[in-house]
DNA sequence: TCATTAATAGAGTAGGCACTACAATAATGA
DNA sequence: TCATTATTGTAGTGCCTACTCTATTAATGA
């Protein structure tokens, strides 16, 4: 008899994973092509078939990892001040600023989006936490008086959300610098919301 | 002997583009048949490829064209009065924030961006003839008194920029409206810069 | 009208792709 | 140790791709 061993599995898994996020990010999701995945991961075509069906699952596999590892750090987050909660929250958006895989990695995602609709509601799914948590917390810290501006929640929530989208857009631009440009956002999120007293943070 | 038609030249050639436009916004750079392109265009294979060399110069060529248009749009704009100007730039960017191809296309552009460096510079400079203009401006506002914010007209440039294409990237989700969502990008830019008197617009 | 040649379509081609078949290896339980 | 089977690598395979070749059409100038 032989059993699996989980957790050469699960590592032999994570290491596909990551070489084929380095590759989607830098070529996208058709120009990825499945050999260039095995050749970074270091593995043959057979073991990396022997793990996913097909091209698209590993794709969607990368995106539904990253969607259960942010919804489980937003849960940790502690809502009781939803000015702290807030900060808290952008420091998740933002933690990757300097990672210089994100940019391609997120048009290849809009891009497989476009037309696959299956991929495009695990994207959404992903989104839609943060900008649920989002949505909570703007409201709360307009009745608890924290943020003045008159915006609804819901938009607002769906502005930030994009707004950090917008960072890693630009993070690959020369003169680009992850805490300035991080604390740039953090200005421009806490003017948009009417933030009482500190403006930056 | 015979000459060309420089008009029907062009006509065919615009239409080619535009087709190709709409397919590369669907399916991505790679993802792009030139078949596709064809088809949706009506020409055969042959008609393609005697206006353009290859697939790539097919998509450098709209965004050339795209960026012409751009340029020429930006040098029309009156700029004695700083904060009628910005406006006027923030009805360039946002102009085309209900084409539902824009999402797409702004993908497939970061893609190929992402490793094709004379490509790479056809974007830089689209995006780097509106930052120009834009750090003048805000130069110009903070000086006039317009604009109260302490932010550095170069960094708030590529901000403003950059806000405008993540417009443009959640352009597609359900509950988006170009207009109610165009406002609320202008409401963002205006707090950012500190604004003075309206705070919309 | 007629020669010239731009414009076009469509069949064809070489190469690259995702994925498979299969043989070989090695880790497990008994 | 040995049987079992998860795991791995390699050598394909058929399909699809960007692009080419060539024959045909039709617009122009003389």
Chains 1, 2 share one sequence.
Request: aromatic share 6%.
């Amino acid at each position: 008899m032989r059993t699996v061993n989980p957790e050469k599995h699960a590592a032999r898994r994570a290491a596909i994973l990551g070489a084929a996020a380095g590759v989607f990010a830098e070529r996208g999701y058709e120009g990825a092509t499945t050999a260039a995945i095995c050749k970074r991961a270091g593995v043959g075509s057979g073991t990396l078939f022997h793990y996913f069906p097909d091209k698209r699952t590993v794709f969607l596999a990368i995106v539904a990892d990253d969607l259960a590892e942010a919804t489980a750090a937003l849960e940790r987050i502690d809502r009781s001040d939803p000015a702290a909660a807030l900060d808290a929250v952008l420091d998740l958006l933002t933690a990757d600023l300097g990672d210089p895989t994100a940019p391609g990695l997120a048009a290849a995602m809009i891009q497989l989006a476009q037309r696959d609709p299956e991929f495009a509601a695990t994207v959404t799914a992903r989104d839609e936490s943060t900008r649920t948590v989002l949505t909570d917390l703007v409201a709360a810290g307009r009745e608890s008086g924290v943020l003045t501006a008159d915006v609804e929640p819901r938009r607002a929530a769906r502005w930030i959300v994009a707004l950090t989208d917008a960072g890693y857009l630009i993070s690959d631009d020369d003169g680009f610098d992850a805490e300035r440009d991080g604390a740039e956002l953090r200005r421009i999120v806490a003017s948009y919301l009417g933030r009482r007293g500190d403006g930056a943070r």
